[in-house]
């Protein structure tokens, strides 16, 4: 799924640019309903990975094209508020999805849980048929930058690189936390990801808002910070209340660097270079999701779970240095 998101993104990105917004928002919206039947139906292993290929492209082509249009959509000088909103409402499914799905499972079994998904996914395909993207000329839909010239602008690769600090310790945490309690005996791991949407959701209500009056890298600094602290406070936790204060720190952290950087380079780009420069960056979050989950594995059979969370830290505080030294205010 993570391959297939980060293979899928520049191409999407590109698409994004020159279809527009809403063609690939549909497609992505598509898999995204078709995907949890076709589980269903998969006979086989190989069957079901072909399955997870093509889902990872469509999560590629939908969230690219999301914000793309979002940025699209906003007043500049409340782009940022605009952003952080759409995060909002992107991640309300965090409160609710894990809670039902266990129960659909536990009652219903896995394969009535995929249909039961694949419902849940229309509603949005639907959505979006009455949307309207602006109108874009012609000439400016097939002849914007390519990929690589949009990678080396200096304010798209800095923020790309910063992120990768937020990716790598979300890639261990999905990894690794539930082992990690079960090690310790802390009952909440469920509740830090409670915690930690909760947290997401008010943190990005307000960020946006913010970055607009004080600038996106003042907004963004902070929460790149309090991932450093996220991941080391979740690695010396032994009670579930620090559990919890780890998961609400990293979901505080979300919130802000996402907003602040998504908004950033967005900024930094004209429009026609929109949906490259938000491939590209999200290209990046995703190899460091797969770094988190699978290069961390390396540390964490090694040493331990604890020591992968120490190793996401000391990431984050390399990213947030380097977005420090090579990064230029905006805004």
């Excluded at 499914?93 to 998904?117: D, E, I, K, N």
């Excluded at 620090?242 to 908004?263: K, N």
């Excluded at 967005?266 to 989950?293: H, K, M, W």
């Excluded at 120490?310 to 505080?317: E, H, K, T």
Aim: a positive charge; charged letters at 10%; glycine letters at 12%.
């Amino acid at each position: 799924f993570s391959l297939s998101a980060v293979a899928a993104r520049p191409v999407v990105g590109w698409l994004v640019d020159r279809w527009g917004r809403k063609p690939v928002l549909l497609i992505g919206a598509g898999i995204f309903a078709l995907s949890p039947a076709l589980y269903a139906l998969a006979g086989s292993l190989w069957c079901f990975q072909v399955v997870r290929v093509l889902h990872g492209a469509g999560i590629a082509a939908f969230t690219t094209a999301y914000t793309a249009l979002v940025a699209d959509l906003a007043p500049p000088a409340r782009r940022g508020e605009a952003i952080g909103l759409s995060g909002v409402t992107n991640n309300l499914g965090m409160l609710f999805a894990p809670v039902l799905g266990a129960y659909v499972v536990t009652t219903q079994g896995y394969t009535f849980h995929f249909w039961v998904s694949a419902a849940i996914a229309v509603p949005s395909l639907l959505l979006l048929l009455p949307v309207r993207e602006p109108e874009r000329d012609a000439l400016v839909s097939s002849a914007g930058p390519g990929l690589w010239a949009v990678a080396r602008m200096r304010s798209v690769w800095v923020a790309s690189f910063g992120i990768t600090g937020l990716a790598v310790a979300y890639g261990a945490v999905l990894s690794f936390l539930a082992p990690f309690a079960a090690e310790w005996g802390l009952m909440l791991a469920g509740g830090y990801f409670s915690a930690f949407a909760v947290a997401m959701m008010l943190a990005q209500a307000s960020a946006g808002w913010l970055s607009d009056r004080i600038g996106r890298r003042a907004v963004a600094i902070p929460g790149m910070a309090m991932a450093v602290l996220a991941m080391a406070v979740l690695a010396l936790a032994r009670t579930d209340a620090a559990l919890l204060a780890a998961g609400t720190c990293f979901g505080l952290s979300w919130g802000l660097t996402r907003v602040g950087i998504d908004t950033a380079v967005v900024d930094a780009v004209n429009p026609e270079a929109r949906g490259t420069a938000v491939g590209f960056l999200y290209t990046c979050f995703d190899i460091g999701v797969g770094v988190g989950s699978f290069g961390l594995g390396i540390v964490a059979q090694a040493q331990s779970y604890a020591a992968a969370f120490f190793a996401a830290a000391v990431w984050a505080a390399v990213a947030l240095g380097g977005y420090l030294t090579w990064g230029r205010r905006e805004g």
